[in-house]
């Protein structure tokens, strides 16, 4: 068994419930799992730490004072509810096991390469996607203070519960020291099974935008109400969902989904007098992206007269559709291709912490394939002999990026 291998292991055991992985921002398991990669950084010869947004950063830094800006490396490590081991998690340890190669050789970098593992990316437990590398770029969060988790703890109390300070979030800036960042994903979806591909270049990030929505009709008798008299907010809330379906299947460009609805008062004879729901909703295209908020928005409204309902509207994030580094793009296929590599170009159809980096430097991602094109589920898989052209790659391209006297990447040199 390869390290990267025995890496994906061990780190899957960590919040792992039987095939499923639970790791969520500011718990014991994802604080373990933080730790467990900063003891192996540590091992390497990086100075590792975790930031006060919950980053896990290592540097492997280069002395004099013309050593330049970082090449940075990263992906997370925080899942889904019932996530796979996969998902983020093979993008930081491809990362980890491409610092040890470069160790092993000997290989003596003229420029710092950090690698980061992004608190929060996934925003499960408190709809706070892109937290960490959000926090990394030095936008405000302060908004996020007192946003209310799933098991109803404000985010600032569960950050003091692990020893960490809301108000030293800003601390955890560290955009001005990189160059350039790189991230390795599996691409979670079909496409790469599909045409027996090796590799992927990423070429743009999708667009997302995620609402909560929250519905309030007349609690009543489920027997005693008649049909045309109810207010039913699930009945409401059903039409949104059709409606935003439909919607995204006329447009073609457009994915819609809500994955979690709360009915209140919850009686198996009680019609339900609130509803609330999480949209979301996206699209790679910059130009339908703008008007996906006004769809959400009307949707609802006319779900809501339908039934005789009030409706809030609360935005929990947007990210803007971003597209790749084109020097970076063409870096990493100049190097799939000299690895005589099947691969393509492919957009994301999921967001990535490299969406909040690309507006601050060249930023580039690759993928590898996700078998069957699950993920987001236990079933979440890539074989070990699909991690290693990815990790080839990854390793090959530092190289180039981290050799200031190299000018073949011209403007991407950091």
């Not at 912490?353 to 060249?362: E, K």
């Not at 069957?372 to 589920?377: Q, Y």
Request: a negative charge; one cysteine or more.
């Amino acid at each position: 068994m390869s390290m990267l291998d025995s890496w994906v292991d061990e780190v899957g055991l960590i919040g792992g419930n039987g095939s499923a992985v639970n790791r969520f921002a500011w718990t014991p398991e994802l604080l373990a799992a933080c730790e467990w990669l900063v003891e192996r950084l540590r091992e390497l010869g990086l100075n590792a730490e975790i930031d006060a947004a919950g980053n896990v950063i290592g540097r492997w830094d280069v002395d004099g004072a013309d050593a330049g800006t970082a090449v940075l490396i990263g992906s997370h490590l925080d899942t889904v509810p019932d996530g796979g081991r996969f998902d983020g998690a093979l993008g930081v340890l491809s990362g980890l096991e491409a610092i040890r190669r470069l160790k092993a050789e000997g290989f003596g970098p003229c420029r710092p390469l950090w690698i980061a593992a992004f608190n929060d990316e996934e925003g499960a437990r408190f709809g706070t996607s892109m937290f960490g590398s959000t926090a990394f770029v030095g936008d405000d969060l302060t908004a996020l203070r007192d946003r209310v988790g799933v098991d109803g703890v404000p985010l600032a109390e569960a950050m003091r519960q692990r020893g960490f300070d809301f108000d030293e979030v800003p601390r955890a800036k560290g955009i001005d020291g990189v160059g350039c960042y790189l991230e390795l994903h599996i691409e979670q979806g079909p496409r790469m099974e599909a045409q027996s591909l090796d590799t992927a270049v990423v070429t743009a990030i999708v667009g997302i935008g995620g609402y909560r929505v929250t519905l309030r009709g007349q609690t009543n008798h489920a027997g005693t109400t008649p049909m045309g008299e109810r207010r039913d907010a699930l009945t409401g809330a059903s039409r949104v969902v059709l409606a935003l379906r439909d919607a995204a299947l006329a447009s073609g460009d457009v994915t819609a989904n809500v994955g979690r609805i709360e009915v209140r008062p919850g009686g198996t004879n009680v019609i339900p007098g609130e509803a609330v729901f999480f949209v979301d909703i996206r699209t790679a295209n910059p130009n339908i992206f703008p008007t996906l908020g006004n769809l959400v928005r009307d949707t609802v409204r006319t779900a809501a007269t339908a039934e005789g309902l009030t409706a809030e509207i609360a935005v929990t994030y947007e990210h803007q559709p971003v597209p790749m580094d084109s020097e970076l793009q063409e870096l990493l296929g100049r190097e799939m291709e000299a690895q005589g590599l099947a691969w393509a170009s492919l957009s994301s159809g999921a967001g990535h912490d490299a969406q909040v980096l690309a507006p601050h430097v060249p930023t580039g991602m690759l993928f590898v394939p996700s078998q069957a094109g699950i993920s987001h589920a236990p079933e979440e898989f890539t074989p070990p002999g699909q991690r290693e052209p990815g990790v080839s790659v990854l390793t090959s391209v530092l190289k180039t990026l981290l050799l200031s006297e190299n000018a073949a990447v011209g403007a991407i040199a950091c």
